[in-house]
């Protein structure tokens, strides 16, 4: 099993910036890849950012590139992203995830709330 805890949600103003953590335990050992989503109220949940531990370029949804930037910390085995030039349409419950084999590790999200 892994567990992904998330932090460093809160509110934030237009043009303000937010720096997200996840940090996974357990059998780290067994996932590849962690990714970022978020759903907004009323919305699907959508892809935001995704890295691989083992290096390469991240992946961003359009919506963000350019604002956001995913970085990891394999020591500590954590995920971060860092959210720039907010918009209130960032506002969402942010949530890492971990794939794994037909299945996903998630963790229990946190709120983002960007006011104009």
């Known amino acids: 099993q892994v567990q992904l805890v998330e932090s460093g949600g809160g509110l934030v103003q237009a043009g303000g910036s937010l720096r997200l953590s996840c940090a996974a335990s357990g059998r780290t050992f067994t996932i590849y890849r962690m990714r970022w989503f978020r759903q907004a109220p009323g919305k699907d949940r959508e892809f935001v950012a995704g890295?691989?531990?083992?290096?390469?370029?991240?992946d961003y949804a359009d919506s963000v590139k350019g604002r956001f930037t995913i970085s990891k910390d394999n020591a500590k085995s954590t995920v971060y992203l860092q959210m720039t030039s907010l918009r209130p349409e960032d506002t969402a419950i942010y949530s890492c995830?971990?794939?794994?084999?037909?299945?996903?590790?998630w963790g229990q999200g946190t709120q983002v709330t960007v006011s104009s």
């Open positions: 995830n971990a794939p794994w084999g037909s299945s996903n590790y």
């Open positions: 890295i691989n531990w083992s290096g390469g370029s991240p």
